[in-house]
Nanobody
Framework: QVQVVESGGGLVQAGGSLRLSCAAS????????MGWYRQAPGKQRELVAT???????NYVDSVKGRFTISRDNAKNTVYLQMNSLKPEDTAVYYC?????????????WGQGTQVTVSS
């Protein structure tokens, strides 16, 4: 059994900052990667940023230079530091965890946290 708990969403003015956190706990043998996705009303869910345990990162072009993904492997926690926020960043943000349990590889999702950026 694995739990994924997110926090840090909220309402912020354009140009402001937020930091999202996501912690995975439970039956975890190892984590392959963790990432953040987002979905705005009427749009498809898109990958925002991902990080593998080895440290390599990837970002969607629209957030490069503004967002930074990081992780604490010992705590099975991933963070998304979001700076210079824009109204188009408004979406529900979901944490994604690709992990190995003691029996198989599985994908887990957080419940989602709302980020709203006002103009």
């Amino acid at each position: 059994q694995v739990q994924v708990v997110e926090s840090g969403g909220g309402l912020v003015q354009a140009g402001g900052s937020l930091r999202l956190s996501c912690a995975a706990s439970g039956n975890i043998f190892s984590i392959n990667s963790m990432g953040w996705y987002r979905q705005a009303p009427g749009k498809q869910r898109e990958l925002v940023a991902t990080i593998v345990v080895g440290g390599n990162t990837n970002y969607v072009d629209s957030v490069k230079g503004r967002f930074t993904i990081s992780r604490d492997n010992a705590k099975n926690t991933v963070y998304l530091q979001m700076n210079s926020l824009k109204p188009e960043d408004t979406a529900v943000y979901y944490c994604n965890v690709d992990l190995m349990s003691y029996t198989k590889r599985s994908i887990y999702w957080g419940q989602g946290t709302q980020v709203t950026v006002s103009s």
